[in-house]
């Protein structure tokens, strides 16, 4: 499968944006799909994370309230919807994707080494 992640951009702290994370080439239903980021001059961080149905979701304490991720299979796209930025929410932000028929996603499901499949990043960059 491949991903495309889309809709970073330069945001003011307080503001919303919401990212899309468009998938190709097999089915996406089965997959169990994440949101992670990289800031720069550290390493890839896990954002938040959904299951194929998704019913189940789990996300990073540090966004923990602000950020929401969901997924249309109809449109083969997974989001992430952040609100209440912060600059250190600037990063560029990565979907991946495993194939997995979990119904439930936790702490396990946190590891990028785990995700086959990565989009090309988006930049979210917070000004204070």
């Known amino acids: 499968v491949q991903l495309q992640a889309s809709g970073g951009g330069l945001v003011q702290a307080g503001d919303s944006l919401t990212l899309s994370c468009a998938a190709s080439?097999?089915?996406?239903?089965?997959?169990?799909t994440g949101w992670f980021r990289q800031a720069p001059g550290k390493e890839r961080e896990f954002v938040a994370t959904?299951?194929?149905?998704?019913?189940?979701?789990y996300y990073a304490d540090s966004v923990k309230g602000r950020f929401t991720i969901s997924r249309d299979n109809a449109k083969s796209t997974v989001y992430l919807q952040m609100n209440s930025l912060k600059p250190e929410d600037t990063a560029v932000y990565y979907c991946?994707?495993?194939?997995?028929?979990?119904?439930?996603?936790?702490?396990?499901?946190?590891?990028?080494?785990?995700?086959?499949?990565w989009g090309q990043g988006t930049l979210v960059t917070v000004s204070s």
């Open positions: 080439g097999r089915t996406f239903r089965s997959y169990v």
């Open positions: 991946a994707a495993v194939l997995s028929e979990a119904r439930v996603v936790g702490p396990r499901n946190t590891y990028s080494s785990d995700f086959d499949y």
């Open positions: 959904i299951t194929w149905s998704g019913i189940s979701t």
